[in-house]
């Protein structure tokens, strides 16, 4: 009996990282309450009032002070659509608990192919909705932490990089880790609202410190503006403003992973997070307004103090930053706390689409629209392959954008729209087919009034859609758009090979019926002991026919490998092919294809004495023309390849690789015994 209680390197540390592993019936474990969902799946949402207030005041500065004052109604209008979609999405989550979402929807009453538009849509939106959330956490932190400023991208992709470890431990630990800081985030906007509207009311409240400045109009706005162009300002502010929605859809794809009653719960979820978002989103720009604050798109040259630019030595804080910092003015350590906060959930936003990514792409990958690897749940049973291609693309978009929130959110909300709008679309569809053969009356005022709620969303966020491709569409929409358009093709294709692949592997009549012969050939290069147990394994296997082949590739080595072999009495016949190139694969390749054309019906089996060793060098040293063969071999119709291993020594410190006992962290040092492992030579 062998008791190896070594633990690997990599796998010690992969546990460290991840924690022990978890069974498949330990799923259940894994859902969350509402306490855990809410910060899991409404993070993002929750954290885009951070930036959305700051995106309508660039849009609206480009006009100057005068479009100012459009502000709280440009909030409104966002406010009330954010509302609808909530209404609407708790339609979804109760017709469609699966976990599908938008993609569900769209399939199932649109067709494939708004399905595949949906669902591309979805996956861009994802790995943006990582690239802005951190992108802007990191921003917001650079208010606090100056060091930050001109190494945003490195920051943000160590931050990605950190997101995808601790999401890799599981939906639950990843939701349990986030949910303080996020309820610490609500806690101290909410707060600095609070404290901000009791200062206002006792007239203490100061303004922020760019109250003093005046904000110049930007080109096409400069001097008075006809009203089609303050329409198109005010469609492009409240496009920017939208932003505040997206994440909204998360919760209808995360179903799955709430406790029983998992519908009720996802509403719930759905309803808690309009309600604070809308208010958070609200007191911002109601306290901008208060406090007189000044929020410029190139503050260099737009903010003037005395009628001049104040200059690039300016730097502009975001619009939480300057409000905590009126606000708080005679409570310094709050100020940091909220910047703090603000900071964190912006870069735990991206948590949201770090747990619908997985879950669309497994349920993508189920339907032949992504490669199957998606479908696998890792370790601590999370879509591990789908956490690691969302942190990969989120990387790219971070450094090839330098971090830059404004240039990455004109990229942001195309895809959410078109998902809202296609789900809307859905759902109507769904009330319509159901209503058509419900008779109880009692239903169908239930069903009419919930195909009302989807056909109102669906006019909101269609027209939301439009004016957002309207505005942004040179801004960079349209690089979410052939974005959007790559994966719609590309899973296109990918279910297409699917598809092919099962046609070509559908039993039929000649798969019934067993070959006709059974054509043997035993490779040989040397005679030696992989040698004799190849031959030894193809004779046990009684094949109709068997030979052993050389390649003369060295006349007088071929003829000690042919004199030894009638020397041993080998009872099977050696066959010496020629090779006057000395090319070794080929001829064989040739013989055996040889053989295919003469009895078509007939399965040649190729048997390849190939070396077992134990350490990554000397796998350098062997086997190669064994790869090469099975290589070339594996391509050829009718052909079955054979590896037949040969233990040398060296092969035992991989079997003792192998044969570890490999504790989880805490095992040893509280005492639990390790299940000893039996050696076969033990046994």
Known sequence: MAYDHGVGVAEAGKRMLLGRKLKSAQLGETLLPKRVALPVFASDALSSVAYAPDEILLTLSMAGLSAYSYNWQVGVAVAIVMLTVVASYRQNVHAYPSGGGDYEVASTNLGPTAGMTVASALLVDYVLTVAVSISSGVQNA????????????????????ILMAVNLRGVKESGTAFAIPTY?????????????????????????ESAEFDISSEG???????????????????????????GVEAISNGVPAFRPPKSRNAASTLLMLGTIAVAMLMSILVLANITDLRFAEDPAHQLLRDGEPVGSSYEQQTVIGQLASAIFDNAEPLFYLTIAFTGII??????TAFNGFPVLGSILARDRYLPRALDTRGDRLAFSNGIVALAAGAIVLILLFDAEVTKLIQLYIVGVFVSFTASQTGMVRHWTRLL????????????????AINAFGLTVTGLVLVVVLLTKFLQGAWISIALMTAIFFVMRGIRRHYDHVADELEIDDSDVTLPSRVHAI???GKLHKPTMRA??????????????VIVDLDPETTQAVARRWEDLNIPVPLTTLDSPYRELVRPIVRYVKGIRRRSPRDIVSVYIPEYVVGRWWEQLLHNQTALRLKGRLLFTPGVMVTSVP?????SKYARERAQRVRPVPGEVRRGQALEPRQDDDDR
Not at 149 to 156: T, V
Not at 187 to 204: C, E, N
Not at 436 to 451: I, K, L, S
Request: hydrophobic residues 55%.
């Open 142 to 161: 650079a208010a606090a932490l100056p060091f930050l400023h001109g190494h945003e991208a490195i920051a943000a992709s160590a931050l990605v990089l």
């Open 184 to 208: 610490l985030f609500m806690a101290s906007i909410i707060g600095m609202a609070v404290w901000g509207y009791v200062r206002y009311a006792f007239g203490d409240l100061p303004k922020v």
């Open 220 to 246: 096409a706005y400069a001097g008075s503006i006809s009203s089609i162009a303050m329409v198109f300002l005010l469609a492009r502010a409240f496009s920017s403003g939208c932003a505040a929605l997206t």
């Open 346 to 351: 912006l870069v735990l936003a991206a948590n």
């Open 436 to 451: 058509r053969t419900e008779t109880d009356p009692a239903v169908r005022r239930r069903m009419m009034r919930n195909r």
């Open 522 to 524: 035993v490779l040989v």
């Open 535 to 548: 031959l030894a394994y193809a004779r046990i296997a009684r094949p109709n026919t068997i030979e052993a």
């Open 646 to 650: 040969y233990q040398l020594q060296s």
